[in-house]
């Protein structure tokens, strides 16, 4: 969840010795102002000798402001006065050194941060989580219309939750108060079929959803105040459609569809009509499409195939998703009856993570430098069947939503890619869904 600064502060800024042809100068405080500053200090030149005794001196002072925050710089000219006629001896000169402070620094909101759990429970427990130890509170456990939350989307821009009801076929929204943890239901809106995954627009104009039951996939506009609309797009493009991924350009729908074992490709309009791609799907082979990740610079996604508890890479090129190389197994050595279920990339672009159940555990891939993908190692999930798992923004935490077992949190190394254990799980019967959201308090 994205949040905001709510406002801005004035500080004053201290202008440091700058230089000018090797001599220093030195500048005043003076307090910053709401806009843009200009700051001016006095600085010595030492002249280039010209033919005829004269020359200029220039020279460039750099310096910060009071807190350290905003760099200072700025030009000084000087103009040498000869004496010697054509030897001319270069005396030191005066001139002015002028620079411009950004005038401001923002003021940084407090946040929140916020652990939301979904599953087969009929809640949806909302956990305050301390970023510094990894500890957790429970705020408010909220019951729901739908009995079986399974999966949830937080919007990008706004105290705003949408669910997932696999069970009773809808699309539930609700607004959030981070303070109390508290979840009010907005409306709902039918989704024949069992939606089994839910996820929000960048921009925060849509919801979409995909349903594993009959193959259907579509997207539901948000409204000003946060309650979705009639289902935009509502149509079928593949046996067991698995989730709607955006893609990283906002041009473009994936959708991976296990039974077909393809990634269905459609454009999105700004209107929320889908239009087959070219191609309008990428084979995948007999793994069993399930969900997808974005790598950060754009040109990268990677896919957990369920069937075959594998990842395979693909490359991006603005209009169409390519394989790159091999699907990779996500396990250290065969287990059956092990399937996979969530993927994700570190925020830093070097680690993929993905789960299986079976094996009960979070498989860590690095990322080599033309986007393939080697298994690392696995960490034991913490419970049985992680069914899903989720970074939190900054990329030092991690959730892991067991069926078995409760909510595991992990510390994370973002250069290795380990996971450290924190705490004992929490309590949540068949938790299908972990995440951790910030929110300006």
């Known amino acids: 969840m994205s949040f905001r ?16 042809l090797g001599l220093s100068i030195s500048c005043s405080s003076a307090p910053l102002r709401p806009t843009a500053a200009t700051d001016e200090g006095t600085g010595d030149g030492d002249g280039v000798n010209g033919g005829n005794g004269s020359g200029n001196g220039s020279g460039t002072g750099t310096g910060k402001d009071k807190d350290g925050t905003d760099t200072i710089s700025g030009n000084g000219t000087g103009t040498n006065e000869p004496t010697n006629g054509g030897s001319g001896t270069v005396l030191p000169g005066t001139g002015t050194e002028t620079g411009t402070d950004p005038g401001v620094d923002p003021v940084v909101t407090p946040k929140i941060s916020l652990l939301f759990i979904g599953g087969s429970s009929s809640k949806i427990d909302v956990y305050k989580f301390n970023k510094s130890t990894g500890a957790t509170a429970l705020l408010k456990s909220n019951s729901t219309p739908g009995a079986n939350p399974t999966f949830l989307a937080v919007h990008p821009k706004k105290k705003l ?3 997932a009801d696999e069970t009773g076929s809808t699309i539930m929204a609700f607004s959030i108060d981070p303070a109390s943890g508290v979840l009010k239901v907005l409306n709902s809106q039918p989704m024949p079929g069992g939606p089994a995954h839910v996820s929000v627009d960048p921009d ?10 009959s193959g259907h996939a579509a997207s539901f506009p948000i409204a000003s105040d946060g309650k979705i609309g009639t289902a935009t797009g509502d149509l079928f493009v593949g046996m067991n459609a698995h989730a709607v991924h955006m893609s ?3 041009a473009q729908l994936w959708i991976p569809c296990l039974g077909s ?5 459609y454009s999105f309009s700004a209107s929320g009509q889908w239009t087959p791609a070219s191609p309008a799907t990428v084979p995948i082979g007999t793994g069993g499409p399930r969900h997808m990740a974005s790598h950060p610079n754009g040109k990268w996604a990677y896919l957990m195939n369920e069937l075959s508890s594998s990842v395979q890479a693909l490359t991006y090129d603005g209009s169409s998703l390519k394989l790159n190389g091999t699907a990779v197994s996500a396990l250290s050595a065969p287990v059956g009856g092990n399937s996979g279920a969530e993927i994700q990339v570190h925020p830093a672009g070097k680690i993929v993570y993905s789960s299986n159940r079976g094996d009960n555990s979070i498989a860590i891939f690095s990322i ?7 298994l690392q190692k696995t960490v034991k999930s913490g419970g049985k069947t992680p069914r899903h798992f989720a970074l939190d ?3 030092n935490w991690m959730t892991v939503a067991n069926q078995t077992g409760g909510v595991s949190v992990f510390s994370v190394n973002a250069t290795s890619g380990d996971l450290t254990a924190k705490g004992s799980a929490l309590s949540y019967d068949t938790a299908q869904y972990a995440e951790i959201f910030d929110f300006a308090e």
Do not use: H, M, R
Not at 204 to 213: D, I, N, Q
Not at 368 to 374: I, L, R, Y
């Open 5 to 20: 600064p709510n406002g801005f502060a004035n500080k004053t800024s201290l202008l440091c010795a700058g230089l000018v």
């Open 161 to 163: 939750l949408y669910a």
């Open 204 to 213: 925060g104009k849509f919801v979409f959803a995909a349903t594993y039951g």
């Open 248 to 250: 990283p350009n906002k």
């Open 261 to 265: 074992n393809y990634i269905a490709q």
């Open 368 to 374: 080599a430098a033309n986007g393939e993908v080697s």
């Open 393 to 395: 923004e900054s990329g």
